[in-house]
């Protein structure tokens, strides 16, 4: 976030561009990194000791999942102190023993920034839930029950919104009669963002961070803060128990006004290169450009959430055929809709997501071209990727065997939530075992020991038995590695401009299996191809001839194709099952660039 002066007014194309957009995030997800004192969960320590290995890999940025003081109840995203650390995960000397020992090397950190809600153990809650008359009362959403309605009687809720880890938004505090509202858990009661209270609260926090040394947030949920004060019922799906209240809170009438002056009051006095990236679900097109454009001084970047959504039905666990073209249409809107103003964060996989070889690849007998074809496609989009912890290595999902093997919460309740509507445990467990988010938890693969090299105590939660074979000192020592091509994609960004400031071509964008784009800068352009195929794929590239005799600058297969096992027509090149192919050629005008070609 370039910081001072500019907000109001477009810096000249002249201006550097923003140091985040050559650079690489790794997300680290605390509780399955690295444990340094055998109790089964990761630390801080543990992160300290495995930096090289990130340096090897050659990110710039580490994301930290939360490690604040927090009951845990939904691993941390419940935060009880914003100004200390678990005792889980460490101490603020190891905190700051982790940050030094980053900025040492070169790498920055941004912490998780967790304000939509607390948890309800922190001391703001504990005294807004005291009495109905505690100055801190109006910090948090509390409401009496449904006009007409006794407290605690069914739908006696003040809204029929129902919660993102199943039941409804509300919770009954008997005490005071009241309800108070919890979009997630009811251990995360939401803050009340109306209150300038607690948003100058929230403002004083993050100053605290910066002070100490971190280079910016990812901020949970950024763009629930905003609710409609009327707090308006919402539609409810047939069949549906629980009406959907996400129009009266994402992106909600104030939302704008807020991050906006956050910023001024956080970062615009700051000269240090920082980073801010909003985690906003539901968000679209139209709403990021507002939230990036560095104009406007809100965010850099957001998370969106189509591509994730894109193998699901009416809800999550209702699980849809993945296709690549609705994958290529909302790519090429997003790439499409941010190519002038904005900027685009790109990910597969977070602490949130299964793994994605595992979803759109193949982590069978394919994994490893399909991990670095998956890898290519998305580093060479016009945008700041992310990569979560272990993707590099080509991790899978996780074989979960019953309910038992889940700690999620949100997987948890939905089991409970399932049956007691009646759904068969295999139904339910279907679901879960393609989509739940533990398949991002297992702990870090770092060798083929019993457990990974990740503990030498009893990991919270198993061990993918894939380690073996799958794992950080096996992919280190192996050239060919999915570690080693990521470390090169990596470089890429850093060294071809094209790759972090070319503009975004679409090609065969009706190919089934094939996704293919051009990059272009610098008098340079870059062809990219990917094929999403366990076959042989031929697809019609403009040039495609011409192509074929520039250089390769990347491609995920060390042997070279035999002659005759390519042979394709004029227009077409022919890709092996989940081929990466990136070539690069000087962007000579007479050479066709547009879809349609010349
Ligand atoms: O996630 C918000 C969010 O959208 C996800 O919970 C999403 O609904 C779900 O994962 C899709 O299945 C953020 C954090 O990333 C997540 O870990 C937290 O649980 C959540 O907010 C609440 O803090």
């Given at each position: 976030?370039?910081?001072?002066?500019?907000?109001?007014?477009?810096?000249?194309?002249?201006?550097?561009?923003?140091?985040?957009?050559?650079?690489?995030?790794?997300?680290?997800?605390?509780?399955?990194?690295?444990?340094?004192?055998?109790?089964?969960?990761?630390?801080l320590p543990?992160?300290t000791?495995?930096?090289?290995?990130?340096?090897?890999?050659?990110?710039?940025?580490?994301?930290?999942?939360?490690?604040?003081?927090?009951?845990?109840?939904?691993?941390?995203?419940?935060?009880?102190?914003?100004?200390?650390?678990?005792?889980?995960?460490g101490t603020l000397d190891d905190f700051d023993a982790l940050l030094a020992a980053v900025?040492?090397?070169?790498?920055?950190?941004?912490?998780?920034?967790?304000?939509?809600?607390?948890?309800?153990?922190?001391?703001?809650?504990?005294?807004?839930?005291?009495?109905?008359?505690?100055?801190?009362?109006?910090?948090?959403?509390?409401?009496?029950?449904?006009?007409?309605?006794?407290?605690?009687?069914?739908?006696?809720?003040?809204?029929?919104?129902?919660?993102?880890?199943?039941?409804?938004?509300?919770?009954?505090?008997?005490?005071?009669?009241?309800?108070?509202?919890?979009?997630?858990?009811?251990?995360?009661?939401?803050?009340?963002?109306?209150?300038?209270?607690?948003?100058?609260?929230?403002?004083?926090?993050?100053?605290?961070?910066?002070?100490?040394?971190?280079?910016?947030?990812?901020?949970?949920?950024?763009?629930?803060?905003?609710?409609?004060?009327?707090?308006?019922?919402?539609?409810?799906?047939?069949?549906?128990?629980?009406?959907?209240?996400?129009?009266?809170?994402?992106?909600?009438?104030?939302?704008?006004?807020?991050?906006?002056?956050?910023?001024?009051?956080?970062?615009?006095?700051?000269?240090?290169?920082?980073?801010?990236?909003?985690?906003?679900?539901?968000?679209?097109?139209?709403?990021?450009?507002?939230?990036?454009?560095?104009?406007?001084?809100?965010?850099?970047?957001?998370?969106?959430?189509?591509?994730?959504?894109?193998?699901?039905?009416?809800?999550?666990?209702?699980?849809?055929?993945?296709?690549?073209?609705?994958?290529?249409?909302?790519?090429?809107?997003?790439?499409?809709?941010?190519?002038?103003?904005?900027?685009?964060?790109?990910?597969?996989?977070?602490?949130?997501?299964?793994?994605?070889?595992?979803?759109?690849?193949?982590?069978?007998?394919?994994?490893?071209?399909?991990?670095?074809?998956?890898?290519?496609?998305?580093?060479?989009?016009?945008?700041?990727?992310?990569?979560?912890?272990?993707?590099?290595?080509?991790?899978?999902?996780?074989?979960?065997?019953?309910?038992?093997?889940?700690?999620?919460?949100?997987?948890?309740?939905?089991?409970?939530?399932?049956?007691?509507?009646?759904?068969?445990?295999?139904?339910?467990?279907?679901?879960?075992?393609?989509?739940?988010?533990?398949?991002?938890?297992?702990?870090?693969?770092?060798?083929?020991?019993?457990?990974?090299?990740?503990?030498?105590?009893?990991?919270?939660?198993?061990?993918?038995?894939?380690?073996?074979?799958?794992?950080?000192?096996?992919?280190?020592?192996?050239?060919?590695?999915?570690?080693?091509?990521?470390?090169?994609?990596?470089?890429?960004?850093?060294?071809?401009?094209?790759?972090?400031?070319?503009?975004?071509?679409?090609?065969?964008?009706?190919?089934?299996?094939?996704?293919?784009?051009?990059?272009?800068?610098?008098?340079?352009?870059?062809?990219?191809?990917?094929?999403?195929?366990?076959?042989?794929?031929?697809?019609?590239?403009?040039?495609?001839?011409?192509?074929?005799?520039?250089?390769?600058?990347?491609?995920?297969?060390?042997?070279?194709?035999?002659?005759?096992?390519?042979?394709?027509?004029?227009?077409?090149?022919?890709?092996?099952?989940?081929?990466?192919?990136?070539?690069?050629?000087?962007?000579?005008?007479?050479?066709?660039?547009?879809?349609?070609?010349?």
């Open positions: 976030m370039n910081n001072q002066t500019d907000a109001g007014v477009r810096s000249p194309a002249t201006e550097a561009p923003a140091w985040w957009k050559t650079a690489v995030v790794y997300q680290i997800y605390p509780r399955s990194f690295a444990d340094s004192d055998g109790d089964g969960i990761g630390d543990g992160i000791s495995r930096l090289d290995y990130l340096v090897q890999l050659g990110v710039d940025v580490i994301w930290l999942s939360p490690v604040y003081r927090s009951p845990q109840d939904d691993m941390g995203y419940d935060i009880s102190d914003y100004q200390d650390i678990d005792s889980t995960y900025h040492q090397r070169g790498m920055r950190l941004i912490m998780d920034l967790v304000v939509n809600h607390t948890s309800d153990e922190h001391p703001w809650f504990v005294e807004s839930r005291s009495s109905r008359d505690n100055p801190k009362r109006d910090w948090y959403w509390w409401r009496p029950a449904r006009s007409g309605m006794r407290a605690g009687d069914p739908g006696a809720e003040p809204t029929n919104w129902g919660s993102a880890f199943s039941g409804s938004v509300w919770e009954l505090d008997e005490t005071s009669g009241e309800y108070y509202l919890h979009l997630f858990s009811r251990k995360q009661p939401d803050l009340n963002w109306e209150n300038p209270e607690v948003r100058q609260a929230v403002y004083a926090m993050m100053r605290w961070w910066l002070d100490r040394g971190v280079d910016g947030f990812r901020m949970d949920v950024i763009n629930f803060i905003s609710k409609d004060p009327a707090l308006p019922d919402g539609h409810t799906r047939r069949g549906g128990r629980y009406g959907d209240g996400r129009d009266h809170y994402l992106c909600g009438p104030r939302i704008h006004e807020f991050l906006r002056e956050m910023h001024d009051e956080v970062f615009a006095q700051r000269t240090g290169e920082l980073l801010t990236v909003g985690e906003m679900p539901g968000v679209t097109v139209a709403e990021a450009v507002l939230f990036t454009d560095p104009v406007r001084a809100e965010v850099d970047m957001v998370f969106q959430f189509e591509h994730v959504s894109l193998d699901e039905g009416a809800i999550k666990w209702d699980l849809q055929p993945f296709q690549l073209l609705d994958l290529k249409g909302s790519f090429g809107r997003w790439q499409a809709g941010l190519a002038e103003v904005g900027w685009n964060s790109l990910y597969w996989n977070n602490h949130d997501q299964p793994r994605v070889v595992s979803r759109f690849g193949n982590d069978g007998s394919h994994r490893v071209l399909a991990a670095t074809m998956l890898a290519t496609v998305l580093h060479l989009h016009r945008g700041t990727p992310y990569i979560y912890q272990g993707e590099e290595l080509g991790m899978t999902n996780a074989p979960f065997d019953s309910i038992d093997d889940f700690r999620d919460i949100e997987s948890v309740n939905h089991y409970a939530e399932a049956l007691a509507s009646g759904r068969s445990p295999d139904e339910i467990l279907r679901g879960l075992r393609a989509k739940s988010r533990d398949n991002a938890r297992t702990p870090m693969q770092w060798d083929d020991t019993p457990q990974a090299g990740f503990t030498t105590g009893t990991p919270w939660i198993a061990v993918n038995p894939n380690h073996t074979e799958i794992n950080a000192a096996a992919a280190v020592s192996d050239q060919d590695s999915t570690f080693h091509y990521y470390r090169r994609l990596i470089e890429l960004r850093h060294t071809e401009p094209a790759v972090a400031h070319g503009d975004f071509t679409m090609h065969a964008a009706h190919d089934e299996n094939v996704y293919a784009f051009v990059r272009r800068a610098n008098d340079v352009q870059l062809l990219v191809l990917g094929n999403f195929s366990d076959e042989v794929s031929r697809v019609r590239i403009p040039d495609a001839a011409q192509w074929q005799t520039a250089e390769v600058l990347i491609s995920n297969y060390v042997a070279a194709a035999e002659s005759d096992e390519l042979a394709g027509a004029e227009d077409e090149i022919v890709l092996r099952p989940w081929e990466a192919l990136v070539y690069r050629r000087p962007d000579n005008p007479l050479t066709a660039s547009s879809p349609g070609g010349p």
